[in-house]
């Protein structure tokens, strides 16, 4: 990593026919290989699982979630112990997203503005406000290798005048997230690409975005729900308008087929909870899609979840044992998510 | 199986066990506990997280309530549990209940035992019991009994449980000549009889005449995390009538959540064995187990002298709870002087993040640090049963009782 910049980003391999590259981005807490999928550990953990073990599926790098860090243990507590990686003993890099999506996803009464979003503190009640400039706050306090700004997300089946506000409001709030930024030499800060399924907004927003000195990028407001058809052509177009010698992490995705047609189409970086979150209900994701283990139909399926898994969990267990402990031992979470986390992680190479 | 006893302190034993059938090369040094795995995995601790913790009891402890629901998969499976489970390493023992649930009181019956199921209540006849056993293949059990007493048992409620245990007893002897996967099993026998003394000399008596390899004392209580509270003193002299009245030469069991002062005292009386119910029951509350019992404190990492002070202090609550809002911003680890993973790695502010926003995590590394405190605790009673200094190690934890004033009421009392 030559001179002040917290990121560079280096491709090894391109292809011929996609738009797919593989490359090594050097954060200042590690070197990743993308494309990569993200594990989310919302609250500074991952599902029942020590960094260490996280480090053996080949984690290089994990997500936390800003509003939910901001509020337990918060930012002063972050900050008293050094920053998140201090905090959970995890060495490797770490990603913060906003606060700003989960707001608006969890919370019933969050109110956009042009100063921020507006909302109701789960606690107490009392009225609170998350600016761009909170949230960056908040995250140099996290200390992640990489911060998000916050943005003006609306839903990717919204139509009419909102989509194009909150496009140019997203702008707006790049450069308000880039000023207060008090550690660019160690956390990067990365845009996020809105517009809806508009393409001439989203065109917009890549390139005015594209003119600001930043380390990389990021394609959000999409994944929620839209068509299929529609979701591609939005990625694809937002890829062709972004620099090709940066990351791009397109946001919320996903599933497995997702991931492969999306870095055909020149993203680098993913995420999404549902690995893990699915582990917790007894689901262990396969090739042919998902094995709900709590199933009568594995109690004598003396074969491993996926025997083309490297995994502890497949190497050493039956899909019949796994039926009889999961949802009901807790044991069991953690022996799903390993191998949810470590399907997801070795299918996006 | 045989019990070999090396040194005897008051009633206490240094014991030697061997030729447990399949496992005839291990040799296990009692008193011991088991390493308690509901199922048939520690809780919360995949295999590679059990590995790193030290000193892992032999005996892995199965009770059959979560595997009644499966026994046609098991039957089918046709190897056992252990190697279902994957732990082919360890000694399987089984249990009639989970020592770490309180079990519902007033559902056996003459005909047969209830045990409770994620699906509900399953009666359990002796031929049932045994069928499930056969499936499971253990290479210790214990005989199906009628344990559902408690210190407010009405008599005749106490002398029912005594004979229906006999019962239970004596068609599980006859029903095991007749299973051939249990051919290599010891089944242990469970002396039964609430708070009635004469009922437990009874059933002391009487179980010793049976082909058990093993006794097991029950019908103290109902079991489950309030019995971590329960100080040993209240049943002390009930233990020992019934010791008094099983032979010397085989292993004695007293199951439940006992915390380590109740562990010593139970070792003095004469148990051999224990289960490691204490440690998970501690953890699903949040809190870690903190007995300081070396006579001199281990070498802190830090060696600061301040430290070494409020380690002291902390000492002297034997629990830490961390759910309290003071670990909020403590970034020392549970206990400085402790080896485990969790602490040589994690800190309390960290652990009491994970148990404030009810992540997964927070147990386990509870789990495996108070696994490790109690299966250190055990080496350290081995010790002081081959040196003969028992009495200074209760007193010692005693010292540290002073804070916890039910506890401390309880045991001067004796």
């Given at each position: 990593?030559?001179?002040?910049?917290?990121?560079?980003?280096?491709?090894?391999?391109?292809?011929?026919?996609?738009?797919?590259?593989?490359?090594?981005?050097?954060?200042?807490?590690?070197?990743?290989?993308?494309?990569?999928?993200?594990?989310?550990?919302?609250?500074?953990?991952?599902?029942?699982?020590?960094?260490?073990?996280?480090?053996?599926?080949?984690?290089?790098?994990?997500?936390?979630?800003?509003?939910?860090?901001?509020?337990?243990?918060?930012?002063?507590?972050?900050?008293?112990?050094?920053?998140?990686?201090?905090?959970?003993?995890?060495?490797?890099?770490?990603?913060?997203?906003?606060?700003?999506?989960?707001?608006?996803?969890?919370?019933?009464?969050?109110?956009?503005?042009?100063?921020?979003?507006?909302?109701?503190?789960?606690?107490?009640?009392?009225?609170?406000?998350?600016?761009?400039?909170?949230?960056?706050?908040?995250?140099?306090?996290?200390?992640?290798?990489?911060?998000?700004?916050?943005?003006?997300?609306?839903?990717?089946?919204?139509?009419?005048?909102?989509?194009?506000?909150?496009?140019?409001?997203?702008?707006?709030?790049?450069?308000?997230?880039?000023?207060?930024?008090?550690?660019?030499?160690?956390?990067?800060?990365?845009?996020?690409?809105?517009?809806?399924?508009?393409?001439?907004?989203?065109?917009?927003?890549?390139?005015?975005?594209?003119?600001?000195?930043?380390?990389?990028?990021?394609?959000?407001?999409?994944?929620?729900?839209?068509?299929?058809?529609?979701?591609?052509?939005?990625?694809?177009?937002?890829?062709?308008?972004?620099?090709?010698?940066?990351?791009?992490?397109?946001?919320?995705?996903?599933?497995?087929?997702?991931?492969?047609?999306?870095?055909?189409?020149?993203?680098?970086?993913?995420?999404?909870?549902?690995?893990?979150?699915?582990?917790?209900?007894?689901?262990?994701?396969?090739?042919?899609?998902?094995?709900?283990?709590?199933?009568?139909?594995?109690?004598?399926?003396?074969?491993?979840?996926?025997?083309?898994?490297?995994?502890?969990?497949?190497?050493?267990?039956?899909?019949?044992?796994?039926?009889?402990?999961?949802?009901?031992?807790?044991?069991?979470?953690?022996?799903?998510?390993?191998?949810?986390?470590?399907?997801?992680?070795?299918?996006?190479? | 199986?045989?019990?070999?006893?090396?040194?005897?302190?008051?009633?206490?034993?240094?014991g030697v066990i061997s030729g447990m059938g399949r496992h005839s090369s291990q040799i296990l040094n009692t008193p011991m506990?088991?390493?308690?795995?509901?199922?048939?995995?520690?809780?919360?601790?995949?295999?590679?997280?059990?590995?790193?913790?030290?000193?892992?009891?032999?005996?892995?402890?199965?009770?059959?309530?979560?595997?009644?629901?499966?026994?046609?998969?098991?039957?089918?499976?046709?190897?056992?549990?252990?190697?279902?489970?994957?732990?082919?390493?360890?000694?399987?023992?089984?249990?009639?209940?989970?020592?770490?649930?309180?079990?519902?009181?007033?559902?056996?019956?003459?005909?047969?035992?209830?045990?409770?199921?994620?699906?509900?209540?399953?009666?359990?006849?002796?031929?049932?019991?045994?069928?499930?056993?056969?499936?499971?293949?253990?290479?210790?059990?214990?005989?199906?009994?009628?344990?559902?007493?408690?210190?407010?048992?009405?008599?005749k409620r106490v002398r029912k449980s005594v004979s229906r245990t006999l019962e239970y007893l004596d068609k599980c002897v006859?029903?095991?000549?007749?299973?051939?996967?249990?051919?290599?099993?010891?089944?242990?026998?469970?002396?039964?009889?609430?708070?009635?003394?004469?009922?437990?000399?009874?059933?002391?008596?009487?179980?010793?005449?049976?082909?058990?390899?093993?006794?097991?004392?029950?019908?103290?209580?109902?079991?489950?995390?309030?019995?971590?509270?329960?100080?040993?003193?209240?049943?002390?002299?009930?233990?020992?009538?019934?010791l008094k009245n099983v032979p010397e030469d085989k292993p004695r069991m007293l199951p439940g959540p006992w915390d380590p002062?109740?562990?010593?005292?139970?070792?003095?009386?004469?148990?051999?064995?224990?289960?490691?119910?204490?440690?998970?029951?501690?953890?699903?509350?949040?809190?870690?187990?903190?007995?300081?019992?070396?006579?001199?404190?281990?070498?802190?990492?830090?060696?600061?002298?301040?430290?070494?002070?409020?380690?002291?202090?902390?000492?002297?609550?034997?629990?830490?709870?961390?759910?309290?809002?003071?670990?909020?911003?403590?970034?020392?680890?549970?206990?400085?002087?402790?080896?485990?993973?969790?602490?040589?790695?994690?800190?309390?502010?960290?652990?009491?993040?994970?148990?404030?926003?009810?992540?997964?995590?927070?147990?386990?590394?509870?789990?495996?640090?108070?696994?490790?405190?109690?299966?250190?605790?055990?080496?350290?009673?081995?010790?002081?049963?081959?040196?003969?200094?028992?009495?200074?190690?209760?007193?010692?934890?005693?010292?540290?009782?002073?804070?916890?004033?039910?506890?401390?009421?309880?045991?001067?009392?004796?």
């Amino acid at each position: 990593m030559a001179g002040s910049r917290a990121l560079s980003f280096k491709i090894i391999a391109e292809c011929s026919t996609t738009k797919a590259r593989a490359s090594h981005m050097s954060l200042p807490h590690q070197v990743v290989d993308t494309p990569v999928f993200m594990p989310v550990g919302t609250q500074g953990t991952l599902k029942g699982l020590v960094p260490e073990q996280l480090e053996e599926i080949g984690c290089q790098i994990i997500l936390g979630n800003t509003y939910h860090l901001g509020n337990r243990p918060g930012p002063d507590l972050l900050e008293k112990a050094n920053g998140l990686h201090s905090f959970m003993n995890w060495n490797r890099a770490l990603l913060t997203d906003s606060g700003g999506f989960q707001m608006v996803s969890l919370l019933k009464l969050a109110q956009i503005t042009e100063e921020g979003v507006k909302f109701q503190s789960p606690h107490d009640g009392t009225e609170m406000l998350l600016t761009p400039e909170r949230s960056i706050e908040i995250q140099n306090s996290i200390g992640a290798d990489i911060i998000m700004q916050l943005d003006d997300v609306v839903h990717s089946t919204t139509t009419g005048p909102r989509v194009e506000e909150a496009m140019y409001r997203s702008i707006r709030w790049l450069d308000r997230c880039l000023e207060a930024h008090k550690r660019s030499h160690d956390q990067n800060l990365f845009p996020i690409v809105q517009g809806g399924l508009n393409p001439e907004l989203r065109k917009i927003c890549a390139i005015e975005m594209t003119k600001r000195d930043v380390p990389g990028f990021a394609i959000g407001g999409l994944s929620g729900g839209e068509e299929k058809s529609h979701f591609w052509r939005m990625v694809t177009l937002s890829t062709d308008h972004l620099p090709r010698d940066k990351p791009i992490y397109l946001m919320g995705v996903g599933f497995a087929v997702d991931l492969v047609v999306c870095v055909a189409l020149g993203c680098d970086m993913f995420d999404c909870v549902f690995p893990t979150r699915t582990a917790r209900f007894g689901s262990a994701l396969v090739p042919t899609g998902q094995l709900h283990l709590k199933n009568k139909e594995f109690s004598c399926d003396f074969g491993p979840i996926d025997d083309t898994c490297p995994c502890s969990t497949c190497k050493t267990f039956t899909r019949a044992y796994m039926h009889t402990i999961v949802t009901v031992q807790s044991t069991s979470c953690s022996l799903l998510t390993i191998h949810n986390v470590t399907y997801q992680v070795s299918t996006t190479p | 199986m045989k019990l070999t006893i090396k040194t005897v302190s008051g009633n206490a034993r240094l014991g030697v066990i061997s030729g447990m059938g399949r496992h005839s090369s291990q040799i296990l040094n009692t008193p011991m506990c088991l390493l308690y795995t509901p199922g048939g995995c520690a809780p919360y601790l995949s295999k590679d997280m059990l590995q790193k913790v030290l000193n892992l009891p032999q005996i892995s402890h199965i009770p059959v309530n979560a595997i009644v629901e499966h026994q046609t998969s098991l039957e089918k499976f046709g190897k056992g549990m252990a190697t279902f489970s994957s732990m082919e390493e360890f000694i399987l023992y089984s249990s009639v209940q989970d020592p770490s649930q309180a079990v519902q009181s007033g559902y056996n019956e003459k005909m047969g035992v209830a045990v409770w199921t994620k699906g509900g209540k399953v009666k359990l006849r002796p031929e049932d019991y045994m069928q499930l056993q056969a499936a499971i293949q253990p290479d210790i059990f214990q005989a199906l009994c009628d344990s559902d007493t408690d210190g407010l048992s009405k008599r005749k409620r106490v002398r029912k449980s005594v004979s229906r245990t006999l019962e239970y007893l004596d068609k599980c002897v006859e029903l095991r000549d007749n299973l051939k996967s249990l051919e290599d099993s010891c089944m242990f026998g469970v002396c039964v009889g609430g708070y009635e003394e004469d009922q437990r000399v009874t059933s002391a008596k009487e179980t010793s005449l049976r082909p058990v390899s093993g006794f097991i004392l029950e019908g103290f209580h109902q079991m489950g995390p309030e019995m971590a509270e329960f100080p040993f003193t209240k049943i002390s002299h009930l233990v020992t009538a019934t010791l008094k009245n099983v032979p010397e030469d085989k292993p004695r069991m007293l199951p439940g959540p006992w915390d380590p002062l109740s562990i010593i005292q139970a070792v003095k009386a004469g148990i051999d064995m224990f289960d490691s119910t204490y440690p998970y029951v501690m953890a699903e509350k949040g809190q870690a187990i903190t007995y300081v019992y070396k006579q001199e404190p281990k070498e802190l990492r830090n060696n600061k002298p301040e430290d070494a002070l409020q380690e002291q202090e902390t000492h002297a609550t034997n629990i830490m709870d961390l759910n309290e809002p003071r670990y909020h911003d403590d970034f020392k680890p549970i206990l400085e002087s402790c080896q485990c993973y969790s602490c040589l790695n994690f800190t309390r502010a960290y652990i009491n993040h994970l148990l404030n926003t009810k992540e997964l995590l927070g147990q386990t590394l509870l789990m495996m640090h108070n696994f490790q405190s109690y299966f250190d605790f055990f080496e350290t009673i081995r010790e002081s049963v081959a040196k003969n200094n028992l009495q200074s190690l209760e007193q010692l934890l005693m010292q540290h009782h002073q804070d916890n004033t039910h506890f401390a009421q309880d045991h001067r009392k004796s």
